[in-house]
């Protein structure tokens, strides 16, 4: 018998009885992805940084430092994000393996080093998960985060709690998209990404992908995941802000042919940053794996350009280094 969607509801139009979907138009055909692949073997891509990959780390990477008590918040590298919130920890897609791959020895290497280690963090009490891809999900870690804080709830979308209790999570909550939970004076809201899901040959849109809004008495936060650029989007800020932080994609997006339907690129990220009412915005999804075309160092000197472009001299959008932070006091004041 095929495999049927507990979760589904007929009157939600990102499920169906096989899964999850869009509610935007599918851009990719059948043969799409033989073409890239072929593309870019023939075109040697990725191409390294200009300066090399050592003048990159040295330019983009530093060591995260943790001291201190303040409400903070620090960019791990690609997606993953630490919060300090009146001294809980919150630990959004955390991927600190060399590879984003299901096998040590293959798949997208790490091309930076992680700005901490799992066995650095004075403790961990929330993380969350964007969606099951392999950038975002990280067996290895996610295993020594349950090791090691075994209270830690872990909050993510529909479909991933049975992965997540596999690998010894014992504090999982499951939310479809505006779904929220309350716990200990944080609010965490599911919200639509454009995106899909797959960690196998057979689970292809099985489980739900999804941002995340988190919110407290002083920060609304809203980081969007892995997404596509769509103007419902802009529903988000319209039910949850304004924010007074984002985080928003800007790499992976070569060739926008290709990946247009899944990764937004910087023009259309500084389009939707002005659109939520320009807050404090971190971009992510760069500086770690070669997952596309553009090379390590194309998506913050794109961003630039963008933010000119759109006549923008404000510098709450622009490249933070690996391991950086930003403390989040008088956050509206930035």
């Known amino acids: 018998m095929a495999w049927q969607n507990p979760w589904y509801d007929a009157s939600l139009a990102h499920h169906t009885p096989e899964g999850f979907r869009n509610p935007e138009e599918e851009l990719r055909k059948p043969g799409d992805l033989q073409r890239w692949r072929r593309e870019r073997k023939a075109a040697n891509l990725p191409r390294p940084p200009q300066a090399g990959y050592p003048a990159f780390i040295e330019s983009w990477c530093q060591s995260a430092d943790l001291s201190g008590n303040d409400d903070r918040v620090w960019w791990l590298g690609h997606a993953a994000i630490l919060l300090r919130l009146n001294q809980r920890y919150i630990l959004i897609d955390p991927v600190l393996s060399s590879r984003a791959s299901p096998l040590p020895f293959a798949g997208p290497e790490r091309k930076t080093p992680a700005p901490l280690s799992v066995t650095q963090l004075p403790h961990l009490d929330f993380v969350l998960i964007s969606h099951n891809h392999y950038d975002h999900l990280d067996r290895p870690t996610v295993k020594r985060i349950a090791r090691r804080f075994p209270a830690a709830q872990f909050i993510v979308p529909l479909g991933m709690g049975g992965w997540c209790r596999k690998r010894g999570v014992r504090h999982v909550t499951e939310l479809d998209w505006w779904q929220s ?37 002083t920060l609304n936060f809203w980081f969007s995941g892995d997404s596509g650029y769509s103007d419902n989007l802009l529903e988000i800020a319209n039910r949850l802000g304004p924010f007074n932080l984002a985080a928003l ?10 990946m247009q339907g899944q990764h937004m690129d910087p023009d259309q990220a500084v389009h939707l940053w002005q659109s939520i009412g ?28 963008a933010r000119q472009a759109a006549g923008e001299s404000s510098q709450g959008f622009i490249p933070w280094r690996i391991g950086e932070s930003r403390s989040l006091l008088n956050i509206d004041s930035d």
């Open 181 to 217: 939970v309350d716990v200990s004076g944080l609010t965490f809201t599911a919200v639509p990404a454009r995106h899909w899901s797959m960690r196998t040959f057979w689970d292809r849109n099985r489980s739900l992908w999804c941002g995340w809004v988190v919110r407290n008495m």
């Open 249 to 258: 994609p800007i790499g992976a997006y070569a060739p926008k042919w290709f």
């Open 278 to 305: 320009r807050p404090l915005t971190l971009p992510i999804h760069w500086g770690v794996f070669e997952l596309a075309d553009d090379p390590l160092d194309e998506p913050p000197a794109a961003l630039e350009i």
